[in-house]
Nanobody, 118 residues
Framework: QVQLVESGGGLVQAGGSLRLSCAAS????????MGWFRQAPGKEREFVAR????????YYVDSVKGRFTISRDNAKNTVYLQMNSLKPEDTAVYYC???????????WGQGTQVTVSS
């Protein structure tokens, strides 16, 4: 059974940094596009970033460009989201997802809470 397990969330002050991790199991990890999404209270889940199966291509929502970096380590079956210069509006539950082909998100993690205080 495929599992995606996020970690690294927490409480941080505005301007701070966090690094989220998502470890995959029972998945041919290196053949999947991996993505991060987030859902703030009272809002719909939104796309944050994605990375191709090779790691050679990345894409970000405009609101996080220049602040967040997605990366992956196929040897460790893990995808990361480095979040810098965090803002209160980044507060949300962050989810990782695995998709194939691009845009078809088949597997989801359970989410990790990120709270940014002002």
């Amino acid at each position: 059974q495929v599992q995606l397990v996020e970690s690294g969330g927490g409480l941080v002050q505005a301007g701070g940094s966090l690094r989220l991790s998502c470890a995959a199991s029972e998945l041919t990890f290196s053949s999947y596009t991996m993505g991060w999404f987030r859902q703030a209270p009272g809002k719909e889940r939104e796309f944050v970033a994605r990375i191709s199966w090779t790691g050679g291509s990345t894409y970000y929502v405009d609101s996080v460009k220049g602040r967040f970096t997605i990366s992956r380590d196929n040897a460790k079956n893990t995808v990361y989201l480095q979040m810098n210069s965090l803002k209160p509006e980044d507060t949300a539950v962050y989810y990782c997802a695995a998709g194939r082909p691009v845009g078809v998100w088949t597997y989801w993690g359970q989410g990790t809470q990120v709270t940014v205080s002002s």
